[in-house]
């Protein structure tokens, strides 16, 4: 994303124009002008290669090692380049993954906070996209479910998840598969009596599952719903199901894996309690 720059003034502006046509103002080649220093090119050539490499261990995050890596060398990269858009985007993606597998306790917060402000940087680069808002509303999430829901909605947590994902759901609702409107949907479910709205959380798992038919997390929420609502039996047998399918009916093989994990491992906990 490009940095903050000051406003051009409109003289200012032509001599840019003509600077990107070719030639500067007074008419002489633009060859002419001092190189830029190779440092900064050797700069812009490592940010690329350490996205790149971001990229290629996020695309396999469900292998050992892999997610870990994935942020490491995201974070290499913002480090780098603290102002442009893909490598906070890149940090928040890589922390909302590594995260949502880690277990509650204090190293989760820590982690899901640094997704969470990349995030925020994200919003003030561009307030009008949707990354920002999404990535800021599932690392904020994943850091109330760090300190655990009562603790949360004790710090507040609450009102900024709400809002941030409002925002991503009104900017752009069915971005990721409608990921927006899954996190809502499950903040909707999962939260504690008398706040929880599950006829609401059952709504949008209907739209979104109209709308993306198989998005094996809305049918681990529904399988979910089904358990909170008292039809164990029924949230079991879609829970096995899911299990079944997956990952191969997922779009994202990597997600599939993982997403497979959380239905057995939540199969466990139903059928032992």
């Known amino acids: 994303m490009r940095a903050r720059s000051s406003q051009l003034t409109s003289a200012a502006a032509l001599v ?26 050797q700069a812009t050539d490592e ?32 480090r780098l ?42 919003i003030a680069l561009t307030p009008k996209r949707v990354e920002g808002h999404y990535y800021a509303g599932l690392n904020l999430g994943l850091y109330g479910e760090g300190l655990g829901i009562i603790q949360a909605l004790r710090e507040g947590i609450k009102g900024r998840f709400e809002q941030h994902t409002r925002d991503a759901v009104r900017i752009d609702r069915y971005y990721r598969s409608g990921a927006p409107l899954v996190a809502m949907a499950r903040y909707h479910a999962m ?17 979104v599952g109209a709308r993306f038919p198989g998005n094996p997390r809305v049918d681990f929420l529904i399988a979910d719903l089904a358990i909170y609502e008292g039809e164990r ?19 994202d093989y990597a997600d599939g894996v993982t997403v497979k994990r959380w239905v057995a491992a939540r199969l466990r906990e139903v059928e032992a309690s």
């Open 81 to 122: 380049a603290p102002e442009r858009f893909d490598t906070n985007l890149m940090v928040a993606r890589a922390v909302g993954y590594r995260a949502s597998c880690m277990r509650p306790g204090e190293a989760k917060c820590a982690v899901a906070m640094r997704g969470y402000r990349a995030a925020e940087k994200l």
């Open 191 to 207: 939260l504690p009596w008398p706040l929880h709205d599950r006829e609401r959380a059952r709504e949008i798992a209907v739209e």
């Open 233 to 251: 039996e029924q949230g079991i047998r879609l829970l096995r199901a899911l299990i079944a399918k997956l990952p191969a009916s997922a779009d």
């Open 16 to 41: 840019v124009t003509a600077l990107l046509c070719g030639a500067d103002p007074g008419g002489t080649p633009a060859s002419s002008a001092p190189a830029e220093p190779a440092s900064k090119h």
């Open 47 to 78: 940010v690329a290669a350490l996205l790149a490499e971001a990229e290629r261990c996020y695309a396999v995050r469900h292998k050992r090692g892999m997610a870990e890596r994935a942020l490491d060398q995201a974070e290499r990269a913002q």
